[in-house]
């Protein structure tokens, strides 16, 4: 198995590569924000998910923070307090990991406090290409940006699996990443690993084999598909700095008849990504 170099994507003006595939609607259309039920990933939690599954906090040497959004370093915190382990990240999310006040300032989500427990200082700089040991087992660092600037994906060659976060969006769900362009090129470096034969996404259940590189097809063509709706809404709506961005998700949300409740600031700030990329081709 081997990791291919990232080759170059061409931009134009109104474009953005896409492959083959079929842009086909997923079926699970959720609200992340619906649930305003608080979930606090305690301590106790996780110390009684390690008991049933017979290990001991002593055996977390290690946490592997693949981006700094709230529902993704809930519980960091506490493991690190009750086991003393090192907690790993890319550099480009060290500051809203180390300081999560600021980082509700910054991106302010519905129900922040209720995903994150407090700040965790990172221990270990994770960068692209780099192999973390796992003893028997080594996971290769692939640096992933689009959903956030410093995002990482992990790619075992030993269990053919690549765990790839939030890099690869899932058609019809609520579209969240900072950069547009970036998302595509990272999903593209990672459909051109060889012999995938786990793809374990955060947004998607475990897929096998050619279901796999479909899946990034599919996240690839649904971006596709966004950045031109976006294009198309923004050309009746003057300059960009004249355009309010809520407007224009509205819009967009409409057009792609994706559930209302998709438009939101998170969302906003996503599709306006498309014409950054267009100012800057």
């Not at 003057?238 to 438009?263: F, K, N, W």
Request: hydrophobic share 35%.
């Amino acid at each position: 198995m081997k990791l291919k170099d990232q080759s170059n994507i061409q931009q134009k003006k109104d474009h953005i590569e896409e492959p083959d595939e079929d842009n086909r609607p997923h079926p699970r259309l959720k609200d992340p924000f619906s649930d305003n039920r608080p979930f606090r990933p305690e301590a106790s939690q996780v110390r009684l998910l390690l008991s049933e599954t017979g290990h001991s906090p002593e055996e977390i040497s290690m946490v592997i923070l693949t981006h700094s959004h709230p529902d993704h370093i809930g519980a960091a915190m506490n493991i690190k307090s009750f086991s003393g382990c090192q907690i790993a990240a890319h550099s480009l999310e060290k500051a809203w990991i180390e300081d999560v006040v600021q980082q509700e300032k910054e991106r302010p989500v519905p129900g922040f406090k209720s995903l994150v427990e407090g700040s965790v200082h990172v221990d270990r700089i994770l960068r692209d290409g780099d192999l973390v040991d796992l003893g028997g087992l080594t996971l290769q660092v692939i640096h992933t940006p689009g959903h956030s600037p410093g995002s990482i994906s992990l790619w075992s060659a030993e269990e053919k699996a690549l765990f790839s976060a939030d890099a690869i969006p899932i058609p019809g769900d609520m579209p969240i990443y900072q950069e547009i362009l970036a998302s595509v090129q990272s999903i593209q470096r990672l459909k051109r690993i060889d012999g995938i034969g786990h793809l374990l996404s955060a947004w998607d259940e475990p897929r096998a084999g050619g279901e796999a590189y479909r899946i990034m097809g599919r996240g690839l063509e649904y971006l596709q598909h966004i950045h031109k709706s976006v294009l198309r809404a923004a050309g009746g709506m003057g300059s960009p700095t004249e355009i309010d961005p809520m407007d224009l998700c509205r819009q967009v949300i409409a057009e792609m008849g994706l559930p209302l409740h998709m438009a939101n600031p998170l969302v906003a700030r996503s599709f306006m990504s498309s014409l950054n990329t267009r100012q800057t081709s």
